[in-house]
């Protein structure tokens, strides 16, 4: 197992009171698997995943439960360390990759400045690195893209080149928080491939959040399903589908 959230609640402290966002969430990842965290809007999916990078800002505060990613209890983990895993053994992936990169920056720079962060590399072999990921993720001239600016790419492009800049750091998981929702439908196909070949060939686990039931029946391995900050049904993907339980899963399936 990589990953492990044991009761993970999160709640909001405001002047008017505090409430639960996500109440008792548990759920694992295991090495080289994706799995689908579904959910309608506002059930707390990016707060999830925001949570285990131990990203949440006030008023999020995470209130309760229990983190374990490779052996390491995460909010145990000191602010140097948590840096480290960040960008590193952690990776994510955003929906609009244009407010990811820095506009005034080349890809290649961006790119680079996870190699420094991350690796030990030298700047001969950066360069390199940098072509080769650009390349891992299917990007045709990786020395035109690296030259340029996020804004000059489409949006299909940007999202391969943010995939590139989250592999700089040598991740075992990467969090993609819908990852493809702002694509066409076709691009949407190959990104997915994409996240697919990665997980093979780099033994890679990701948590692909979507409110697209669809994208993780074809290509998740397994299914957490929440609603309104809860887990309402979870299991291997194609159980679920085949026989789901709970009447909101049921919903989701029959918007399919
Ligand atoms: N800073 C905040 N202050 C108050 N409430 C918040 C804050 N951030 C998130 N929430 C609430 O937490 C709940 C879960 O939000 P979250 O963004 O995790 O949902 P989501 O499942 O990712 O939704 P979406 O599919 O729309 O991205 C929502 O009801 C949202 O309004
Ligand atoms: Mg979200």
């Known amino acids: 197992m990589l990953l492990n959230l044991e009761n993970l609640c999160v709640r909001v402290f405001s002047e008017q009171g505090e409430k639960s966002i996500v109440h008792g969430v548990s759920f694992s990842v295991d090495e080289q698997q994706i799995l689908g965290l579904v959910g309608g809007s506002g059930s707390g999916k990016s707060t999830t995943g925001l949570a285990i990078l131990r990203l949440l800002i006030p008023p999020l505060v995470v209130t309760e439960g229990k983190i374990i990613f490779q052996n390491q209890d995460l ?14 053994a952690i990776a994510m992936v955003f929906q609009e990759p244009l407010y990811a990169f820095n506009p005034v920056f080349t890809i290649g720079d961006q790119i680079d400045e996870v190699l420094v962060c991350h690796t030990s590399l030298s700047r001969s072999q950066r360069k390199k690195r940098c072509l080769e990921l650009l390349d891992l993720t299917e990007i045709p001239d990786p020395v035109r893209i690296s030259r340029s600016y996020p804004h000059q790419l489409s949006g299909g492009l940007r999202q391969r080149a943010m995939m590139a ?7 075992r998981l990467l969090i993609a928080d819908e990852p493809t929702s702002n694509l066409d439908v076709t691009i949407q196909a190959k990104i997915m491939n994409l996240f697919v070949k990665l997980k093979k060939e780099l033994a890679l686990s990701i948590i692909l959040i979507t409110h697209d039931l669809g994208l993780v029946q074809h290509f998740s391995d397994s299914v957490v399903v929440m609603k309104e900050g809860a887990i309402v049904e979870q299991g291997k993907t194609n159980e679920v589908i085949q026989n789901p339980r709970h009447p909101y899963t049921r919903e989701l399936m029959r918007a399919l």
């Open 75 to 88: 909010f145990a983990l000191g602010q140097d360390d948590m840096r480290r895993l960040r960008g590193g």
């Open 165 to 171: 800049q989250a592999l700089a750091g040598n991740p």
